[in-house]
Structures are given as structure tokens and as C-alpha cells.
Nanobody, 123 residues
Framework: QVQLVESGGGLVQAGGSLRLSCAAS????????MGWYRQTPGKQRELVAT???????NYADSVKDRFTISRDNAKNTVYLQMNSLKPEDTAVYYC?????????????????WGQGTQVTVSS
């Protein structure tokens, strides 16, 4: 079993910064891509940023040049540094692992989600 635990959400004024962290725990041999998604009430969950095990990143256009995703493979942890926050960034942010496995020959476990952390940006 792989579990994801997010931290770092909170309330911040527009223009401020927050750093989200997501630590994967459990029986882990390897993790493929890790990422952050967000969701507001009544809307579908949307991609914020992803990062592969090799460090290749992908960002939503709305957060490019403001957010930075990074990961520490030794700690199985992914981070999201959010700068120049805007009220429209307000959402529940979810950590995601697209696939992970417990051993070199083990089966991949797919599409793992954290419980979410609230980010609120006041104007």
C-alpha cells in the first residue's frame, strides 16, 4: 500500500507564497510521475503540475512562471512552490502518483491520490 500525505496549505494574501509538500509512504520500490492537481466546488479536478522520476516537468498555462514543482526521490516527496498567488488559485490541492510499485518485479499500483490540502488566497 502506498499512501500520500500532503501538507503546507493555508490562507495567504494575494501576491504571497506557499509551499506544498507531499510524502509517499508504504512499501515503495519506485514511483513514476508525481504531480499536483486542484479542484474548486462544482468544477472538475485540473492539472497544476507534474514531474517525472527523471525530473521532466509539465505545468498548466495558468501557473507557469509562478509555480515550481520539484521532487526528492530519496524521500519519495514532491513539492510545489507557489509564488505570486492569486485569488483564482484558491482550491483544494491534491497530490498524485501516476504509478508506484513495491518491488522490481511487483505490480504497478496506479493513480494514487492524497487527501487534499486547502489553499485559500485572499484579495
Amino acid at each position: 500500500q502506498v499512501q500520500l500525505v500532503e501538507s503546507g496549505g493555508g490562507l495567504v494574501q494575494a501576491g504571497g507564497s506557499l509551499r506544498l509538500s507531499c510524502a509517499a509512504s508504504g512499501s515503495i520500490f519506485s514511483i513514476n510521475a508525481m504531480g499536483w492537481y486542484r479542484q474548486t466546488p462544482g468544477k472538475q479536478r485540473e492539472l497544476v503540475a507534474t514531474i517525472t522520476s527523471g525530473g521532466i516537468t509539465n505545468y498548466a498555462d495558468s501557473v507557469k512562471d509562478r509555480f515550481t514543482i520539484s521532487r526528492d526521490n530519496a524521500k519519495n516527496t514532491v513539492y510545489l512552490q507557489m509564488n505570486s498567488l492569486k485569488p483564482e488559485d484558491t482550491a483544494v490541492y491534491y497530490c498524485n502518483v501516476d504509478r508506484a510499485r513495491a518491488s522490481v518485479s511487483g505490480a504497478w499500483r496506479l493513480d494514487i491520490w492524497g487527501q487534499g490540502t486547502q489553499v485559500t488566497v485572499s484579495s
